[in-house]
């Protein structure tokens, strides 16, 4: 074999002419025979080279500027189009100050005068100014001065029983309980008041208050029943125009007129509310829960839905003879 391979390479040498130049072995470390070796440049027919232009290094370097000018020429033909554009808009021609003139002042106008100019003004024209705005002062008083603050405000709950409102209405405590509230350290005693206020004109009102004493508690409630006060509609004979049901919460109120003479026939919370509201001659019952809160309040929801018969002629537009036939 070493002498096949030696035979081989003296007449590849004798082969090459003086003049050719002898390559030199790219890996002088491998043997002779791998050295000598030719490679194929395509190793089958299905694979072919591609070979694609390589731009040199100094085409882009060329290429760079001339785009970038290409940029800028573009933005100024862009600029100068835009000012072409604007300076082709019509532009509002500038006023002077000289030409404008104001409108005409109307017949029998007086030009105020300055108000440096003006006479003091006193303290009553100060306070009569403000009351023809906001009307009078704290109480009907017309003091001026008055401060809110020094204004002293007494809480109901705090006057004495004849520093109290004195009007028309009356009271009738419905109901006093005590209640509980559980909190973290223990149970919070408190007593919880019902109490009905009226006039005995058709005016009456429901009022509930809490408070840990039962006179505060009560206190409390005659003025909540003063703020919810309602208008109980009633004939000369001091009963309702007509029947009427009403619910509230689970207690149900039943509503009835009567004739002379007859009485408020009603128990509980019912006959305290219409004996308040001034009603002489009426039917009433409580037909599902016993609350006295929940029935008083559903008598007041019942009145208020009666209606006189003088309103309902007029929204009929008949008069009231022929509402009977």
């Not at 409108?103 to 306070?127: C, K, M, Q, R, T």
């Not at 005590?178 to 109490?195: D, E, N, P």
């Not at 001659?281 to 609350?291: E, F, H, P, T, V």
């Not at 929801?301 to 007029?314: H, L, Y």
């Amino acid at each position: 074999m070493a002498a096949t391979a030696s035979t081989a390479a003296a007449m590849a040498m004798a082969t090459i002419s003086p003049t050719t130049p002898i390559p030199t072995a790219p890996f002088p470390s491998l043997p002779l025979g791998f050295r000598l070796r030719p490679q194929p440049l395509l190793l089958s027919a299905s694979r072919r080279l591609l070979l694609l232009p390589v731009p040199r290094a100094s085409s882009w370097d060329e290429s760079a500027p001339e785009e970038e000018g290409d940029a800028e020429e573009s933005e100024e033909s862009a600029a100068a189009g835009d000012e072409e554009d604007e300076d082709e808009k019509p532009r509002p021609e500038p006023v002077s100050s000289a030409e404008f003139q104001f409108a005409a002042p109307p017949e029998g106008y007086v030009e105020p005068a300055a108000f440096d100019e003006l006479p003091p003004e006193s303290p009553e024209d100060v306070a009569a100014a403000y009351e023809s705005l906001y009307g009078p002062a704290f109480s009907g008083e017309t003091v001026l001065g008055n401060n809110v603050f020094e204004v002293k405000v007494v809480d109901p709950i705090d006057m004495d029983r004849e520093q109290r409102p004195n009007d028309d209405f009356s009271e009738r405590v419905v109901q006093v309980n005590r209640v509980t509230k559980v909190v973290k350290g223990g149970r919070q005693l408190s007593y919880r008041a019902i109490v009905v206020v009226g006039d005995m004109k058709g005016h009456v009102g429901v009022g509930v208050g809490k408070a840990k004493e039962v006179t505060e508690a009560i206190t409390k409630a005659a003025m909540n029943g003063r703020r919810n006060l309602v208008t109980v509609p009633l004939t000369k004979y001091c009963t309702f125009p007509h029947r009427a049901d009403a619910d509230f919460g689970a207690a149900r109120v039943m509503l009835r007129p009567a004739c002379p003479g007859s009485g408020v026939i009603a128990g509980g919370a019912v006959r305290v509310v219409l004996e308040m509201a001034g009603v002489e001659n009426a039917l009433g019952k409580q037909l599902r829960s016993k609350n006295p809160l929940n029935n008083a309040r559903a008598t007041i929801k019942a009145t208020q839905m009666m209606r006189q018969f003088k309103d309902v002629s007029e929204e009929r537009g008949i008069p009231m003879e022929e509402l009977w036939k």
